[in-house]
DNA sequence: GGGTATCGTGGAGGTTGTCAACGATGGAGG
DNA sequence: CCTCCATCGTTGACAACCTCCACGATACCC
């Protein structure tokens, strides 16, 4: 009888590493819903404050690790939101920069500290310390693949 | 100007997770087409191998942290491919316990060894040591809202 | 200029997440 | 015994998400 010896599946990387990450989604999506944005939609958002020029959709589709067709729809609805604007870019007239209006970045500031309070929940038990290394693996897992 | 000041999003936890989550999900499904499984009817496959009794879907929704609506459908699936079986549950009539067939266990042994291959690619960087405190930390996660 | 590559966009099809019901069964209390 | 309430599995509906492909517009290379 040497079937089934596989590991238990809590020992699993890949499905612990879903787990939490379902956890701290279901918490921060919860907490964005009053400000009318999803985790999704706020990481666009967050990403569009922190670059100075803005950033082309191709470029947070990149960071973002999601289709480019994705993109489109949530930058759409941050623009219907007045959050952000498409602005043209003068070196390659392809491009779009996603840039965030005046709005936009006082809700991605009330925005942010509702969804790190959330996100304490799920994370409470980390220390400081703890969280730099997660932080560091979880950064050299989304290197690894390119 | 103090507007716009909360952490990059590089550093923000919960889009880790989910970025390196998603990453580590793509591969290991990529890895499982061949066996006729993704990753959500693998795991239930693997929990229902690990238990002696079998496992009720209430139970395996719990543990997966899924919706039991959807512990059906991944039932019925791995159920139609004969991978396992549903047996009435003696002490309770509710519950039907989720059992494998000798075929769920062979394709389990052969989808998990197909399944953590495929991992290596994004886990890859990481050391044995890292692996236990990536482990334990994904636990406590898991652990801290219930 | 002409061929090739990239950017944004749209659409199709399948998977997943969320929620509200329903029948069937179990359990507690009168 | 009977009634009220909780639980289990199941179904259905709907939104969100993922994956892939194709197209027009623009850029780059030669």
């Not at 990450?21 to 919860?30: K, M």
């Not at 999803?38 to 670059?51: D, F, I, M, P």
């Not at 082309?56 to 690790?65: D, F, I, K, N, Y």
Request: with cysteine.
């Amino acid at each position: 009888m040497e079937v089934c010896m596989g590991q238990p599946l809590a020992d699993d990387l890949g499905f612990l590493l879903s787990r939490a990450s379902g956890q701290v989604v279901r918490a921060t999506n919860a907490a964005l819903a009053e400000h009318g944005l999803r985790v999704r939609s706020y990481s666009v958002l967050v990403l569009a404050c922190e670059a100075a020029d803005g950033l082309s959709q191709r470029e947070l589709a990149t960071v973002l690790g999601l289709d480019p067709s994705q993109v489109v729809l949530l930058v759409d609805e941050l623009a219907a939101a007045g959050l952000v604007e498409r602005q043209a870019a003068e070196a390659d007239r392809r491009t779009r920069l996603v840039v965030p209006t005046p709005e936009g970045r006082r809700v991605r500031d009330a925005a942010g500290r509702a969804a790190d309070a959330a996100a304490e929940t799920p994370l409470g038990l980390l220390g400081d310390g703890e969280r730099d290394r997660l932080r560091d693996m979880l950064t050299r897992i989304w290197t690894a693949t390119g």
